[in-house]
């Protein structure tokens, strides 16, 4: 198999998702900076993946800081961050991340003996340069961590979504919620996995997710490399094959998902799953609880990326519309709550009324 | 303006659709198999546009023909015909317009002084050089006039339709249904065409329409042509539009309608169609009546042409899915009649019951 992303001496590594299908190429980004522009311009993407590429970031980054004192390595903590944040507005997982690192930064300032809150870890018995030292080591420590609990929460995923596929069925997927989207195994695509381990005979029929084609290029070529059994349409096909009966279940997975259960996920799935409750089809959205963001009561507070029109109107430098007219690019959608059959993380399967079960799984 | 298609001395000169938006190139079929090739390869498509084609096809063969005699004339028309009718198996103008010329060629003969029926023309006082001759002219008079009765339908359509829109609206439309899919003016875009001659504020919004896109190469060009405001999108951002209540009609064309209203249009007009109905926009089909199939009683009955996958995993040369991954491609489905909110013809508007409003239409 392939690694999406992974720490190394030299910096982070990520197979490049702009260069698939026809060429698997690895870059290495050297800093932050080289980190902010490779999630800003999709070498990486995918939620939980864009998670682990700012952890790794963040981690990068402060790694390479010349702070000489701890308020110094907050400064340039606050300022990685930043250019960090501001790489994706829909994914929250990248503000999950940047918070885990931000609480793990201050409490690794514990380290020093005789610490006490309030700035008095600054006075403790541990100098500047072993507290910096310390921080660096511990953050470089999370951002892998972070990868690590990335792919054994999918593989949880994948235990209790099975349970939820039929034994014999053709599944249906927009965009690329596999292991090219997550550290590795992936969360829709995962359930897919684990289906099969599990014995059960699974087609994959995938958009191909207009404009960036996420699934043509990812979906398929990570399916074809698992020898998973997948066949291409375009995004439009999706109901003519739902109302023939060829599909028994849709998984997708999400970018933000809002307390009430409103799920932000590629552009384009709200119409899957409109297609899919028309044609009695469940629809399942596999997300991580670093998808799911409680202080959002509902899908409509979810801000929506629009990305650049020239992904629409032209193709791999090939130019499909007219020069001169305009398009719109939202890069998700949000669909409402009342579309989704069932919200499958790594600590169980929550069902509607969502504002009731995803808050029980966070308790669990 | 431009031509989509035009009967020349030279042969049957059209617009290369296939190279549309980026080349403005006309091509001439100097035989009827060269016309046969362009509806196939789609250098022109539309059901209306194919039905003038087809047309044309058929009188350019007859006129080429090199038969001495009606029945050696009446072999190679059937010959053309074969051909011609082999080249899409969806949309029913090209049978209705093979149908038309086969009428004319029989009443063709009936110059002859002394006609009487049952093979009974071949003895009347024209010679059979005169016969041919005369049947060859109308042949191509009639194919002229499918032409020029394509456009004055069209015009009459949109009168009808224009009224159904608001006095300032966004209509979403699918593939193309344009001056470029028939004869001039168009179907779908000839209301939108009305609806602004009338006076009202129209934008369109057109889905690319994969995988050929049609909405991206000639809706926006032909639009963009007229200075008719118009935006791209793909596909799949149609229902996150319609959710935001930026949507507030949707017209599109038809390749076939049923006798029960069931409608065989573009791949992805039934997903337009649930997103229009599920977001309560209303959902309209333009298209003559020479659409109108009363002989099938639903649209189960439609065959559906499936297309090459290369379609779908290519674009203009550039792979866009792994070289091994199958795809599927059929080129137009099934709306079933309960999603359409009207059918707007040249002789009227149609709506729900349609079994009995089509067919009141026919008697009108």
Redesign the interface.
């Known amino acids: 198999m392939f690694k999406t992303i992974e720490w190394t001496e030299d910096g982070v590594r990520m197979i490049d998702q702009t260069r698939l299908?026809?060429s698997e190429v690895y870059v290495t980004c050297r800093t932050y900076q080289e980190v902010a522009e490779a999630i800003r311009s999709m070498v990486i993407r995918g939620a939980p993946a864009i998670g682990v590429a700012a952890a790794m970031g963040v981690a990068l980054g402060i790694k390479q800081s010349r702070a000489v004192s701890v308020e110094e390595l907050r400064a340039d903590f606050e300022k990685i961050a930043e250019m960090i944040s501001k790489t994706r507005p829909t994914a929250v997982n990248l503000f999950w991340a940047v918070k885990r690192m931000r609480e793990l930064f201050e409490s690794s300032l514990n380290v020093a003996p005789g610490f006490s809150p309030a700035g008095a870890a600054l006075k403790g018995g541990a100098t500047e340069a072993e507290k910096i030292a310390a921080v660096k080591s511990r953050l470089i420590e999370e951002a892998q961590r972070v990868l690590a609990e990335d792919i054994a929460i999918n593989e949880a995923m994948g235990r209790h979504g099975a349970a939820l596929i039929p034994e014999s069925a053709t599944v249906l997927t927009h965009c690329n919620a596999g292991a090219l989207a997550t550290g590795g195994y992936g969360t829709a695509l995962g359930v897919v996995r684990a289906a099969i381990a599990a014995g059960k005979k699974i087609d994959v029929l995938a958009?191909?997710?207009?404009?960036f084609?996420q699934g043509?290029?990812l979906t398929?070529?990570e399916l074809?490399k698992d020898q998973i059994p997948?066949?291409?349409?375009?995004?439009?096909?999706?109901?003519?094959?739902m109302?023939l009966g060829e599909i028994q279940a849709v998984i997708v997975g999400a970018d933000r998902i809002a307390a009430n259960g409103d799920v932000a996920n590629k552009?384009?799935t709200?119409?899957v799953a409109?297609?899919a409750r028309?044609n009695g089809i469940p629809f399942y959205v596999a997300a991580p609880l670093s998808t799911i963001d409680l202080s959002l009561s509902s899908g409509e507070q979810i801000p929506i990326e629009e990305r650049s029109a020239d992904e629409?109107?032209h193709?791999?430098?090939?130019?499909?519309?007219?020069a001169?007219?305009?398009?719109?690019?939202?890069a998700f959608?949000?669909t409402p709550h009342r579309y989704v059959t069932a919200i499958i993380t790594e600590r169980g399967v929550a069902r509607a009324p969502y504002a009731d079960s995803l808050k029980a799984l966070f308790a669990s």
Request: glycine letters at 8%; aromatic letters at 8%; charged letters at 20%.
């Open positions: 299908p026809t958009d191909e997710t207009r404009p084609l043509a290029r398929a070529w074809a997948v066949t291409l349409i375009t995004d439009n096909m999706a109901g003519h094959f109302k552009i384009g709200y119409t409109v297609l028309e629409v109107t193709w791999g430098g090939v130019q499909t519309a007219p001169d007219v305009p398009a719109r690019h939202p959608d949000v």
